[in-house]
């Protein structure tokens, strides 16, 4: 377990609740009984107890092998207003251990320390197939990357051909057979719909860089902790490319610096002390 002083400011109220609440692992729904005891058998920086501990809840969606897709919510804590809504994700590649983890990690923080400062909904796990494949492999359980299959405008027109004439034909990089044809990219679209996010948070690897997407108003941060700030390009179906600039919704990338080998525990630590400042004052709520 990994300990943090909090980041946000500190709410009472929040303590008693979770003095309160049953022990998560105790409430645990099958499914994600099931997710947390693959996921704690796989990744050495999670074990079955930290991810049962997290609370998270089925979404009612499944993956491509059938396994729940989970989520947990901090919503505002009574009369206060958040700054924001932030929609959290990690694993989105399966073969990037680190992004899971990560997330895992930083929901232990705001499980202890949620102040309201903003309204969170995290998925840190949004390709359990991959990960779960031996090796772990890119992309999802139907054999696309999650990170080329969302609806963007150009989609249609681009998506296939960019694959096959740019990428390679990379299978690990094939976009699917249409936009959204995968059930984590319909679920993915349906949280940016219904969730409506201020930000959207994505953590990958192994680039060590933090990348940014959106309206040009809101100024990226020069760097994460460690990690400095670095201008990607976006592909057909991308969450950059759908999101940040079809959508205009912020789309902050953290690129973690290896796909394996977590941070250590104080990189951890100023890469969220510094995201959640960069939230703070950056990112508002847009009614």
């Known amino acids: 377990m990994v300990n943090f002083p909090f980041f946000q400011f500190w709410a009472p109220a929040a303590l008693l609740a979770a003095l309160a609440a049953p022990p998560a692992a105790a409430a645990a729904s099958a499914g994600a009984a099931e997710v947390c005891r693959l996921i704690g058998g796989k990744l ?20 491509s092998g059938g396994l729940a897709l989970l989520y947990k919510e901090y919503p505002p804590l009574g009369a206060r207003k958040p700054n924001a809504r932030v929609l959290l994700i990690g694993g989105t590649h399966g073969d990037e251990y680190a992004s899971f983890s990560v997330v895992f990690k930083w929901m232990e923080i705001l499980d202890r320390h949620h102040s309201g400062l903003f ?4 998925a840190p796990a949004v390709n359990p197939d991959g990960l779960l494949e031996s090796p772990a492999v890119r992309p ?18 681009k998506a296939l051909h960019y694959w096959r004439n740019h990428a390679g034909g990379d299978r690990r990089r094939y976009p699917g057979p249409r936009a959204e044809s995968e059930s984590e990219t319909r679920w993915l679209a349906g949280e940016i719909r219904s969730f409506r ?14 990348d940014y997407d959106g309206p040009a108003g809101i100024a990226p941060p020069a760097g994460l902790g460690p990690l400095p700030f670095l201008d990607l390009p976006t592909f057909p179906g991308s969450l950059g490319r759908y999101a940040g600039e079809d959508l205009g919704i912020p789309v902050l990338t953290i690129e973690l610096a290896s796909s394996r080998r977590m941070p ?12 959640v400042r ?7 709520a847009r009614g």
Request: one cysteine or more; charged letters at 25%.
């Open 278 to 284: 960069w939230l703070r004052l950056n990112i508002r």
């Open 119 to 122: 309204h969170w909904r995290i």
């Open 197 to 210: 996010p201020d930000v959207i948070v994505s953590v990958h690897a192994p680039y060590g860089v933090v």
């Open 264 to 275: 250590s525990d104080g990189d951890l630590r100023t890469i969220w002390v510094d995201l």
């Open 140 to 157: 999802n359980g139907g054999g696309a990357d999650l990170n080329r299959n969302l609806a963007s405008r150009d989609w249609n027109e």
């Open 44 to 63: 050495s920086s999670v074990s079955v107890a930290e991810c049962l501990d997290r609370g998270l809840v089925e979404s009612g969606v499944r993956t």
